[in-house]
Nanobody
């Protein structure tokens, strides 16, 4: 079965950096779309970044462009989210998600989700 396990969250001061990881298992990694989403208390879930695991195309929310980078290691079936210049408004629970067979064109086709990793920015 599909499993997505996030790690790397933590507490950081504004302006700092964190790198999140998402280890995927239970399906063929390539040819899909992997995404990072976040949700802060009282706010709607927001798509942050996504990557097409086959071709490597990446997409970002305007709020993180230039600060966050999504990447992957196909050999490890792992997706990363490098977050730099963190702001207090970046604080949230960050979730990894998979859209199996997806073209990676939209934020709302993700059917599999990890448990999340908390990011706190003070």
């Amino acid at each position: 079965h599909v499993q997505l396990v996030e790690s790397g969250g933590g507490s950081v001061q504004a302006g700092g950096s964190l790198r999140l990881s998402c280890a995927a298992s239970g399906y063929t990694y390539s040819g899909n779309c992997m995404g990072w989403f976040r949700q802060a208390p009282g706010k709607e879930r927001e798509g942050v970044a996504r990557i097409a695991t086959g071709g490597g195309s990446t997409y970002y929310a305007d709020s993180v462009k230039g600060r966050f980078t999504v990447s992957q290691d196909r050999g490890k079936n792992t997706v990363y989210l490098q977050m730099n210049a963190l702001k207090p408004e970046d604080a949230a629970m960050y979730h990894c998600a998979a859209d199996l067979g997806g073209m990676c064109l939209r934020w709302d086709d993700f059917g599999y989700w990890g448990q999340g990793t908390q990011v706190t920015v003070s």
